[in-house]
Structure formats: structure tokens, C-alpha cells
């Protein structure tokens, strides 16, 4: 079986994936030319997979792939962030007091 045809540009393409921002899965046949102004063409080939008699993407992503990921990547950052905090805040404490000792070699009466 042949891909489907733009009418104005010729041979669709088959794309299909994840989307980063929400996880849920895609598949389309697209026209890949890309036109003047910068846009893509919006020719919207058929429904289904090549070859297949019906779409072969599931009605909904899997849980996995939007909630627990969230959380799981969620959890990471915020320890992450929480380590570099920590990390920051010691060395703020070094240069306290090292800023304490040069204030008061400076200035002893203090």
C-alpha cells in the first residue's frame, strides 16, 4: 500500500510519539512541507497506521507515562533543589565566619 498524497505536495508522511509536555501518545499522517511564512502545510491525511484498518494509538496514554512520571520526576527535582540548598547554605556559613574573623582582627573592641 502507497502513502496517502498532500493534492498540493505529493507523499505524506507517517509520524508518530510522545508528546514531551503531556505524555500522550500520537500518530498522523502529515504533509512535510513546510510553507512560506514558516507554517506547515494543514493537509490532514487519513485515519490509521500505514496498512492498518484501524488508528493504531491507544484512546489514552498509559498512567504511567503522564501521572507517575510527573511525580516521580516531581520528587527528584525538589530533592535535587532541596541538596543545593543545603549545599549553599553551608558555604554561606563558612563565609560568615570568615568575614567575622577579618572583622575582628580589624577591629578588636568588637
Same mark, same amino acid.
Given at each position: 500500500?502507497?502513502? &496517502?498524497?498532500?493534492?498540493?505536495?505529493? /507523499?505524506?508522511?507517517?509520524? $508518530?510519539?510522545?508528546?514531551?509536555?503531556?505524555?500522550? &501518545?500520537?500518530?498522523?499522517?502529515?504533509? !512535510?512541507?513546510?510553507? !512560506?511564512? @514558516?507554517?506547515?502545510?494543514?493537509?490532514? @491525511?487519513?485515519?490509521?497506521?500505514? @496498512?492498518?484498518?484501524? &488508528?493504531?494509538? !491507544?484512546?489514552?496514554? &498509559?498512567?504511567?507515562?503522564?501521572? /507517575?512520571?510527573?511525580?516521580?520526576?516531581?520528587?527528584?527535582?525538589?530533592? /535535587?533543589?532541596?541538596? *543545593?540548598? $543545603?549545599?549553599?547554605?553551608?558555604?554561606?556559613?563558612?563565609?560568615? $565566619?570568615?568575614?567575622? /574573623?577579618?572583622?575582628?582582627?580589624?577591629?578588636? *573592641?568588637?
Amino acid at each position: 500500500m502507497s502513502n &496517502p498524497s498532500c493534492p498540493n505536495h505529493g /507523499e505524506m508522511k507517517w509520524k $508518530e510519539g510522545f508528546a514531551k509536555a503531556t505524555g500522550k &501518545p500520537y500518530a498522523f499522517w502529515t504533509c !512535510p512541507t513546510k510553507l !512560506p511564512d @514558516g507554517s506547515w502545510c494543514p493537509t490532514k @491525511g487519513p485515519k490509521g497506521a500505514p @496498512g492498518a484498518s484501524a &488508528p493504531s494509538v !491507544p484512546s489514552q496514554a &498509559p498512567s504511567v507515562a503522564s501521572g /507517575e512520571v510527573v511525580e516521580l520526576l516531581t520528587r527528584i527535582a525538589v530533592a /535535587e533543589a532541596t541538596r *543545593l540548598l $543545603e549545599s549553599i547554605d553551608s558555604r554561606l556559613n563558612v563565609i560568615v $565566619e570568615i568575614l567575622r /574573623e577579618i572583622s575582628l582582627k580589624d577591629n578588636p *573592641l568588637n
